[in-house]
Nanobody, 123 residues
Framework: QVQLVESGGGSVQAGGSLRLSCEASGRTFSIYYIGWFRQAPGKEREFVALIDRSGGSTDYADSVKSRFTISRDNAKNTVYLQMNSLKAEDTAVYYC????????????????WGQGTQVTVSS
């Protein structure tokens, strides 16, 4: 398993931007797909974005497409989530998670989770 730590959360006004970071330990970081999830008060955890080993393939929830961008820098053991045009409904605790690929993209089971970082968007 790989250890993950999120950072970059905070409070912003609607229409603003934040960049979240997910930093991982270990020399095997590049073998993992990394996903972002979020959980709002009273809601279930939902998928936000996923990136493959190299950054060549990505996937997004419909609710964040065209506004959020996931990227990774394997040399820094870090995955980023750039969030633009933030809305009040983006308010949630954001988590990153790692999974080893299984069969074809985007298959695999998540095996490591960070502790989360709070994002609050005011309207």
């Amino acid at each position: 398993q790989v250890q993950l730590v999120e950072s970059g959360g905070g409070s912003v006004q609607a229409g603003g931007s934040l960049r979240l970071s997910c930093e991982a330990s270990g020399r095997t970081f590049s073998i993992y797909y990394i996903g972002w999830f979020r959980q709002a008060p009273g809601k279930e955890r939902e998928f936000v974005a996923l990136i493959d080993r190299s950054g060549g393939s990505t996937d997004y929830a419909d609710s964040v497409k065209s506004r959020f961008t996931i990227s990774r820098d394997n040399a820094k053991n870090t995955v980023y989530l750039q969030m633009n045009s933030l809305k009040a409904e983006d308010t949630a605790v954001y988590y990153c998670a790692a999974k080893k690929p299984y069969r074809t993209w985007p298959g695999g089971m998540y095996e490591s989770w960070g502790q989360g970082t709070q994002v609050t968007v005011s309207s």
